[in-house]
């Protein structure tokens, strides 16, 4: 104990308090970083067993080559797509405006064809939303051709059906074409939440054979009625010409459409539904604050 804090400021005393005073400030701010610091993981979404494909868009130009499981490129549709330099995975995602979209053709990613009754599947996506000049649903991943009545499966955004806005939406089709009774496919999970603009985020569907459900940030976004969303009719399984993966836009009305517009830093897909806990990890590169 030290009763000269009053004394003069070259005091032996008054200088050990000072010391320890530096000390801790030094130990709350280094914990303080180390805190912020642990909030953002490396994800490996290859650690996750039963992956297809995941892309991180690392390459400046495409085509994009998945840098896990089955080797397929990404390619550009109407357009040059850019490379911008903000992302999850070394700093560098694709920019989709109005009209872009990558695709893969069918015959070239045939286990990315993933239907049948007993199917499962997870899809996966780390995007950054922008202000689209059109109103309208906006395709993210999958494999989902309304023209031709070739619906298998879809990651979207915004679907705009069942009193939702803005939403994750995740649809299955076992039927291929629309819902009885509806004039497009009602059949999906949608989430509570509207996904924000600007900000990186972490979004996903899992269907189990069973159920459909959709994540924002590693969340089940629970919706009654509509996440958990039954349903068990599996996966449609598409006769004589298949259906190509999409990335930013799917086939209807005879044209690409249902544009998504803004980044995309990551598109994983699995062949199994994936549990809460792995959609947790997946999401565990996304800051609240990013």
């Not at 050990?16 to 709350?28: C, G, S, W, Y």
């Not at 080797?71 to 989709?96: F, I, M, P, Q, T």
Request: aromatic residues 12%.
């Amino acid at each position: 104990m030290y009763y000269n804090i009053a004394g003069p400021e070259n005091s032996g005393p008054v200088k050990i308090i000072i010391m320890f005073r530096k000390l801790f400030f030094l130990i709350i701010v280094s914990g303080f970083f180390c805190i912020s610091s642990a909030q953002v993981r490396e994800v490996e979404p290859g650690r996750i067993r039963d992956l297809v494909c995941f892309w991180n868009f690392e390459k400046l130009k495409g085509p994009w080559k998945a840098v896990s499981g089955k080797s397929y490129w990404l390619r550009e549709g109407a357009s040059s797509v850019k490379s911008v330099e903000d992302g999850l995975w070394n700093n560098r995602s694709v920019l989709l405006t109005e009209g872009q979209w990558l695709y893969i053709p069918a015959e070239e990613c045939s286990v990315l064809n993933i239907c049948g009754k007993n199917a499962q599947i997870s899809v996966v996506a780390w995007i950054k939303r922008k202000k689209k000049k059109v109103k309208q649903c906006e395709a993210v991943a999958g494999m989902w051709n309304e023209t031709d009545k070739k619906r298998q499966y879809g990651l979207f955004l915004n679907l705009g059906i069942w009193n939702s806005r803005q939403q994750v939406g995740g649809h299955i089709s076992g039927v291929g074409g629309p819902t009885n009774g509806y004039k497009y496919c009602m059949d999906a999970a949608i989430g509570q939440s509207q996904v924000p603009l600007e900000i990186w985020q972490c979004i996903g569907m899992t269907y189990d054979g069973s159920e459909i459900r959709v994540y924002l940030n590693g969340v089940l976004d629970r919706r009654e009625k509509q996440n958990p969303y039954y349903y068990d009719k599996g996966i449609f399984c598409v006769s004589g010409s298949k259906v190509d993966f999409t990335v930013g836009a799917v086939n209807r009305s005879g044209e690409m459409g249902n544009f998504f517009v803004g980044q995309i830093s990551g598109i994983a897909v699995y062949n199994r539904a994936l549990d809460g806990e792995e959609m947790r990890y997946l999401s565990s590169n996304i800051l609240s604050d990013r």
